[in-house]
């Protein structure tokens, strides 16, 4: 499969191409789904789940299946009350403010705590002809989550939390890097055939702060999966830290748009795959632009260890005749 020999590597037939956030949003139906269901019942309903991750595989011709589900279900686990508020996001009913409040965090057991993904995943190997991407949150974007109560354009409350309370801090990231390791082995074992770690906020730390308060948490996750599947890493806005992040230990290095594809090769050099990096509001455009756009993102690596992909999620008004598009012209295309 395409995608799993570009992950490790080697040279698959074309360019690889699947989208972040393809599995809904943009999607006529699973905005039907949507009328009569939230995301959490989504994502806890094998089903559901499993048709939602389905469909932008039928409609698109994508290389690869990304499980529909979100980074904050595993933390009900941990005894974390969380909503997931429409046009607002997470929301975390008593936040992390303390060291007595870690008190409060649970054994993660993925059996018992999340078997709804776990069956989704076992469901959908029985219906893919694509391999299957499962994922998690990386600990700094969970703990934002958890100590500021719900998203945040600064992050003010738990970077003043890392700073002020270094041990306490530790200590939650080190219960957050156990909770997604072992998460991520019990999607492995359910049958993914690749991880990517999303750490959607580490762009808003330095690469001091990131080295010092996130990187070992980060470590510990991917290097525990080391010799088990292809793992990806990626962050939004981390321009700064892509060296960080990609010696953490992955194999895919996960570009946003802000970078081009070449810059980073040369900063990264030719031992980790990169994957990326159109801007997904090119996709809100003329096919003029989008083709423009695309060309550019695939001659600079002449499509070697490349995955093509978007620099972030797909957006909602995007028209999936485009995304579409897209995607035989990235199979199309040749160096």
Same mark, same amino acid.
């Given at each position: 499969?395409? =995608?799993?020999?570009? *992950?490790?590597?080697?040279?698959? /037939? ?10 809904? !949003? ?16 989504? *994502? ?9 991750? +389905?469909?932008?595989?039928?409609? +698109?011709? $994508?290389?690869?299946?990304?499980? =529909? ?46 078997? @709804? ?17 499962? =994922?998690?949150?990386?600990? =700094? ?12 354009? /600064? ?19 080190? !219960?957050?890097?156990?909770?997604? +390791? ?15 770690? @999303?750490?959607? %906020? ?5 690469? $001091? ?13 991917? !290097? ?9 890493? @990626? ?21 946003? %748009? ?8 040369? !900063? ?14 090119? *996709?809100?455009?003329? %096919? ?37 598009? +897209? ?9």
């Amino acid at each position: 499969m395409r =995608f799993l020999t570009a *992950c490790r590597g080697e040279a698959p /037939d074309v360019v690889p191409i699947w989208f972040m956030r393809q599995a809904g !949003r943009s999607l006529p139906e699973y905005r039907k789904l949507r009328e009569d269901h939230d995301i959490l019942t989504l *994502c806890r309903t094998p089903d559901l789940a499993t048709e939602v991750t +389905l469909q932008p595989v039928r409609r +698109l011709g $994508v290389d690869a299946a990304i499980l =529909f589900s979100d980074i904050v279900v595993p933390l009900v686990g941990l005894g974390i009350e969380v909503e997931i508020k429409p046009k607002v996001g997470p929301v975390i009913a008593e936040p992390i403010r303390s060291v007595g409040d870690l008190e409060r965090l649970a054994t993660f057991e993925p059996e018992a705590d999340v078997p @709804f993904v776990l069956e989704t995943i076992r469901l959908l190997k029985g219906e893919l002809d694509v391999p299957l991407i499962g =994922f998690a949150g990386a600990p =700094f974007t969970l703990a934002s989550y958890l100590v500021e109560g719900g998203p945040s354009k /600064d992050h003010r409350v738990a970077k003043s939390f890392m700073y002020a309370e270094p041990e306490a801090w530790q200590k939650l990231m080190d !219960r957050l890097a156990e909770m997604t +390791l072992v998460y991520l082995r019990a999607q492995i074992d359910a049958g993914v055939d690749a991880i990517q770690l @999303f750490d959607s %906020w580490a762009g808003h730390l330095s690469p $001091v702060d990131y080295e010092r308060y996130v990187l070992p948490a980060s470590e510990a996750i991917l !290097r525990g999966l080391d010799g088990t599947v292809p793992r990806i890493h @990626f962050g939004v806005g981390t321009a700064q830290l892509l060296e960080l992040m990609a010696g953490a230990g992955t194999d895919v290095m996960g570009i946003d %748009w802000r970078v081009p594809l070449d810059a980073a090769r040369t !900063r990264l050099g030719d031992d980790v795959v990169l994957q990326g990096n159109l801007d997904p509001v090119a *996709c809100l455009a003329s %096919w003029d632009v989008i083709e423009e756009k695309a060309d550019d993102v695939l001659k600079r690596l002449g499509g070697t260890r490349h995955i093509f992909n978007l620099g972030h999620g797909v957006l909602p008004e995007t028209d999936p005749d485009n995304l579409k598009r +897209l995607v035989e012209y990235v199979h199309e295309w040749t160096p």
